[in-house]
């Protein structure tokens, strides 16, 4: 991809969007400069954003396993009722992202090592034993299925596999040099390079994973700190159909003249937005941790991370049984730390920001 070509791409760009991008920044200073949360703290939400950050990744893809299901796994416990597959993915998912969390700035942005992190990525997976690491030999359009597996129709057509070289070295060339030259903000450029990596599907499978790896990646190296601590993966998988509905419309622009990103970069923005304000919001916990159990934390956390919900909708997402849920809610209404509205099933909390 060319620069000029780029330019092409953001034509569209909107007065909100950039206004999402200084929002962000805004509370990336903030955190950067002002973070004092307890070391302890940081690392249950960083456990904790592990298990749910492999679960919803996985889960985008097609996995069952729910996050508590995630975390007996990951604790050794053992849960024969789902897939070999399953469990296999979360497990190189979970290994893969803790690295990233760890040793980002040990970690190059390079082709090769995109092919070593895809290997990571599936080393488990025994059905990807064969190409893991590898580019693609063979066509993977992105496609629908019936319930048996049978491919019933293409939803969007991918690099045929003969030119994936040669598309991954220009991509990489260009980000590197967009990068390395400043010239655009790194979260249009971060956007860019995903959604361009995406219409490529350079590898048989786990491009989808891979692409939430690399972004977790590029935000920590470009100083968006707080993405440890809230679950990037979590907010896409709660958005899943707006996810794809942005990604398709934009990548079927991108053959053509009428070449636009614009869809996908608000999509990603709003994503991020939401992120970066629920990192904000994780100072107030603070000084109500000690008054939680671990279990009305993964409530409040939830809360952190949404603009509403009802209690149905938070014991679905966290796996916390209903009692403790309703007593979590009136804890929290007691301490002021959220707000209740409507009545009988329609009633919704939100968080007092």
Known sequence: ?????????????????????????????????????????????????????????????????????????????????????????????????????????????????????????????????????????????????????????????????????????????????????????????????????????????????LSRILTNLLLLKYGYAFIPYVSHEKLVEDNKTEYYLALRKSQKTLAGEDASIIAWLEFFLKILEMQAQAAMNLFTTENIEALLSPKQLLVWNYFLGVKEATAGEIVSHTQVLRPTVNQTLEKLLAMKKIVKFGMGRATRYRIIK
């Open 1 to 209: 991809m060319e620069m000029t070509n780029f330019n092409k791409r953001l034509e569209n760009i909107t007065p909100d969007i950039l206004s999402k991008i200084a929002k962000i920044d805004e509370i990336k200073g903030r955190w950067t400069e002002g973070v004092n949360l307890s070391p302890q703290l940081l690392g249950r939400l960083k456990k904790s954003v592990l298990v749910t950050s492999s679960g919803a990744s996985t889960r985008i893809e097609g996995a069952k396993l729910s996050d508590e299901d995630v975390e007996n796994f990951i604790k050794g416990l053992n849960i024969n009722k789902f897939s070999d597959r399953d469990t296999q993915e979360v497990k190189g998912y979970y290994e893969l992202l803790e690295n990233v969390f760890n040793a980002w700035q040990t970690i190059s942005f390079t082709e090769s090592s995109i092919k070593h992190l895809h290997k990571e990525l599936l080393k488990y997976a025994d059905k990807d034993a064969r190409h893991r690491g590898d580019y693609k030999k063979i066509e993977n359009d992105v496609a629908i299925v019936d319930a048996d597996g049978k491919q019933i129709g293409v939803v969007f057509k991918t690099t045929s596999a003969y030119l994936v070289p040669k598309e991954m070295q220009e991509l990489m060339q260009w980000a590197q040099t967009a990068f390395q030259e400043k010239k655009y903000h790194p979260l249009l450029i971060i956007v860019g390079f995903i959604v361009e990596f995406l219409k490529i599907h350079p590898f048989q499978d786990g491009n989808g994973r």
